[in-house]
């Protein structure tokens, strides 16, 4: 389907977004448009309603939800894009405890066959892992021959 095409149902995709009625979602937009009736091309939203708007889904009509706002008992039509699974404003999804992780960096993996690189003594020496990176001079423009255009003044007359 073409993006914004039909939406599938439960009974058409079981893999898809389930808008089955009954379900109650979120709007996962700061401004999702709400439709007081089914929106042709050129219909305006009746109002946006905000992030976190409870609603309960009525029935699911190509890439619209019939939806009752949970608060205010409205009904009208929401884009399906705009609804998402019912979140906390604060929620932040787990990913495993802070003991998982490693206290220790791991050291460099050692390569059969490949030997360290050898230094040169010619040349400067490393900075330190936390020595703070000072700024340098830009390195030359590698086209030398080009130069920055002229600017031209809009009162001097055409050649």
């Known amino acids: 389907d073409a993006p914004g095409g039909t939406i599938a149902t439960a009974s058409d995709d079981p893999y898809g977004p389930a808008f089955t009625p009954g379900t109650f979602l979120q709007t996962v937009s700061p401004s999702t448009s709400f439709f007081s009736s089914y929106p042709k091309d050129d219909d305006q ?4 309603l905000p ?3 409870d609603v309960k889904v009525i029935s699911a009509k190509d890439s619209y939800v019939k939806v009752e706002v949970v608060d ?6 929401v884009p399906a894009i705009m609804l998402g699974e019912k979140r906390a404003p604060d929620e932040i999804p787990e990913s495993g405890s802070p003991t ?3 206290g220790d960096v791991a050291p460099d993996p050692e390569v059969p066959g490949l030997e360290p690189p050898v230094e040169d003594p010619g040349a400067a020496p490393a900075p330190e892992p936390d020595a703070p990176i000072k ?3 830009a390195p030359e423009p590698e086209n030398k021959g080009l130069e920055p255009p002229k600017v031209v003044d809009p009162a001097t007359p055409a050649e």
Request: hydrophobic share 20%.
């Open 45 to 48: 939203p009746s109002k946006i």
């Open 51 to 53: 992030d976190y708007t």
């Open 72 to 77: 205010t008992g409205e009904v009208g039509y």
């Open 100 to 102: 998982d992780v490693p």
């Open 135 to 137: 700024p340098g001079a």
